[in-house]
């Protein structure tokens, strides 16, 4: 597998010993997370980013410099994107090697002391996503996957050993538990698109809906089997929505355990480079629960106004069409 990985890429990367330092990247972040978490009140706000929604803690700043401490002495030579260097700015995805960071995953479950947060490290080359890496430090369980070697759970339930983990292959709206989150934008117009979203899937009758407010651990619980879908749409043009540090080494974990990721907006191929995701257990469910959605109401979040809900009456638009079988 890694001399054809080397091989298709040009690059003399093994992808084993980049997983284990996105592994060890990623754990030293855990105890500073977990003693902060010992204090037993609300974190500190340091700042926002997008909007008052948008947190950042001290924590997430002493957790990024750590991360890339650890990555920056194996890789001196990479570039970095990482959510709190970059925060509320746009950001390129280069051919040359890059690490992408979220320290902090849910920050505001790690604000409010709600267990679902994590830290997310992943390896890019060549603009594609080879290595990703989700870990609860709450929980203490490490998702992760490389490109073409499948995807594993280590997990202090099962004894901290390595699981092989697969999606539920779901296929059917009945059978789905699905998370959907509201993400940061607030006003009425998005209060009206997500209320129709969230009774299309009630008319639908999927079996459970969640939101748990961290798109990392939602994608590894759809890659292990716990839910059977996730998404959240956003959009550059209004400056809202997910980003490539919430989800992309998340995505490679979905589909390496034989899971879909398409775009949320058109059905189509999944963009890392895009502010959504839109992830399930198979690719039939993920075409099954889009064009539901896309028939309830349109996908054009560019219509709704701004992060703040500032924004007046949205345009008309069309309906988007079902993805091509």
Known sequence: LASRIFLFFDSMVDLAVVLQHAKEAAHVAGPIIRKAWA??????????????????????????AAILA???????????????????GKYQLSDKPTWIIDPIDGTTNFVHRIPLCAVLVSYADK????????????????F???????????????????????TSGASELAQAVINFEVGYRRGPEYADWLGNRFGCMVVN???????IGAAGPALAYVACGRLDATFEQGSWDMNCGP?????????????????????????????VMGRSFFAASSKVLADSLWTALNAANPPELI????PDGSASKPKDVKVAKSPAK
């Open 39 to 64: 204090a037993g009140s609300r974190s500190s706000i340091e700042a926002t980013k997008m909007n008052a929604v948008d947190l950042v803690t001290e924590t997430d700043q002493q957790c990024e």
């Open 70 to 88: 650890v990555l920056k002495a194996n890789y001196p030579d990479a570039e970095y994107i990482g959510e709190e260097t970059v925060g509320s």
């Open 127 to 142: 603009g594609q996503v080879l290595v990703g890496v989700i870990y609860d430090p709450i929980g203490n369980e490490t």
């Open 144 to 166: 992760y996957a490389s490109k073409g070697g499948g995807a594993f759970m280590d997990s202090a339930s099962c004894g901290g050993d390595r699981i092989a983990i697969r």
């Open 205 to 211: 009758k999927v079996r459970g809906v969640r939101s």
């Open 243 to 271: 980003k490539i540090w919430d989800f992309s080494g998340a995505s490679l974990v979905v589909e390496e355990a034989g899971g879909a990721c398409i775009d949320a907006k058109t059905g189509g191929s999944f963009d």
């Open 303 to 306: 219509e709704l106004g701004g």
